[in-house]
């Protein structure tokens, strides 16, 4: 997702931190704005509880021996890669959000931690991260924290364990610097300053010059040492991490996409990030997400860079509904579809690991076309067999850059909180409180 250009649609400023809301002040301050709505529907926790898959289920659905990526990979990661092998085959999906538990749209200072939880209880099944929280972009570290000595990577340390303890399932994604514009600038305390979105600075020939033997290696080493030490510090708390490196590789919105690395460099890049991070950092608490730009008609154009089925854990997608018309959802069955066979063919699982409604910048506050949207999302997910499906962040009292609804108060929120709880309520969906403990099923072994 060309995620900081969706701000030229809406005036912002692309160097203004993700934290920093916009103006508006009535409806985004306002609990009793005439947009917000009186909830009607409340969840259902003893159901989603009496749904949820059984280890018995699990054990017997999800193969105990799987080829993956690490053959080193720690008995919770191989235990998370046999559940989301058992989900599609039981006509379930779990449902994902981006910061889901440290981002929010209305309520910053007050609710739970997560808009998702305000909703229904239940932060999600799925939690996306980035790299952006682990140099300050999407993470603030409070004065008297920093005075603590308490780092970016301690706060997100503890996110991503407090949301492991909830049942839900970690994925990381890295909106990587243009490393040409870091290796030009003044240096910390010796580090590099890795603060500032340039993800979208496609100049400098950045992926080739990363590589060994490339002047910036030094650079790209220096940024993968830093995700590997969150990675590390997960690990020793036995939290496994679905690691999205790369992403939307096929579009031209960023450095490593498109046209602006050559084929040789990306799937050389790729190989170089993976034996990285489990060869030389010691990761092994990481399952890899393969994830462009959708939508797909065929398999020859998914699989255009892939890396080989020696360096991919997961077949994933990115795909976003920008104009509310109803293709998007065509587009994607077809697109799940082709993924479907692959994964069948490979012995891979597939997600929709990024997705959305985008029309205007994102979800709107007032006059959604669809409010049923995700419910039709999953819907499609669990038909092709996905194990999940991610919607992007809900970030800080932005009105044009939020991607699921919110709670202003604790009766009153977005005008689609009783769509989006009547799909909390949905026997397919899982949410962190209904998925399996998977941590205590069999590891199996890996090939």
Not at 158 to 163: L, S
Not at 302 to 309: E, I, S, T
Request: net charge negative; glycine share 8%.
């Amino acid at each position: 997702m060309k995620k900081r250009l969706l701000a030229v649609a809406v005036g912002l400023s692309l160097s203004m931190p993700v934290f920093a809301g916009v103006g508006h002040a009535s409806v985004l301050d306002n609990p009793q704005d005439k947009a917000y709505v009186q909830r009607s529907v409340l969840p259902d926790h003893g159901k989603a509880q009496k749904e949820a898959l059984t280890l018995a289920q699990v054990e017997k659905s999800a193969p105990l021996a799987n080829k993956v990526v690490d053959k080193q990979l720690t008995p919770e990661a191989a235990r998370l890669y046999r559940y989301l092998l058992a989900v599609p085959q039981a006509g379930k999906v779990i449902y994902g959000h981006q910061n889901d538990t440290h981002h929010k749209m209305f309520r910053v200072d007050s609710g739970s931690e997560s808009d998702c939880k305000d909703v229904t209880g239940s932060i999600a099944g799925v939690v996306g991260m980035d790299s952006l929280s682990l140099t300050g972009d999407e993470l603030k570290v409070t004065a008297a924290e920093k005075a603590a000595g308490v780092t970016y990577t301690d706060k997100l340390v503890e996110i991503a364990e407090n949301a492991d303890k909830q049942g839900a399932i970690i994925t990381l994604s890295m909106h990587m610097p243009n490393f040409a514009v870091v290796a030009k600038k003044p240096r910390v305390n010796g580090a590099y300053d890795f603060q500032g979105y340039s993800p979208n600075v496609l100049t400098g020939d950045v992926g080739k010059r990363i590589l060994p033997g490339g002047d910036l290696n030094e650079v790209y080493r220096a940024y993968l040492d830093m995700v590997a030490n969150f990675a590390l510090r997960l690990q020793d708390k036995h939290i496994p991490v679905i690691f999205r490196p790369l992403h939307e590789h096929n579009g031209s919105w960023f450095w490593w996409g498109g046209q602006n690395i050559s084929s040789n460099d990306f799937l050389a890049l790729w190989k170089y990030t993976a034996e990285y991070m489990r060869d030389v950092k010691g990761v092994h608490n990481f399952l890899y997400a393969y994830s462009p730009n959708g939508p797909f008609a065929d398999a020859a154009a998914y699989l255009d860079r892939y890396p080989g089925d020696d360096y991919v854990d997961i077949f994933g997608v990115d795909t976003y509904d920008d104009d509310q018309s109803g293709s998007w959802y065509k587009n994607l069955s077809q697109t799940l579809a082709v993924m479907e066979k692959l994964g069948q063919e490979r012995h891979k699982v597939i997600a929709l690991t990024e997705a959305g409604v985008r029309r205007g910048g994102s979800l709107a506050v007032r006059d959604n076309v669809d409010k049923k949207w995700f419910s039709k999302a999953g819907k499609i997910c669990w038909e092709h067999k996905a194990a999940y499906y991610m919607v992007w962040a809900n970030f800080d009292k932005e009105e044009h850059n939020f991607f699921m609804p919110y709670m202003v108060d604790d009766k009153r929120g977005h005008e689609m909180i009783d769509e989006f709880t009547s799909f909390y309520n949905e026997p397919a969906s899982i949410f962190a409180d209904g998925n399996t403990d998977y941590k205590k099923l069999q590891a199996g072994t890996v090939k």
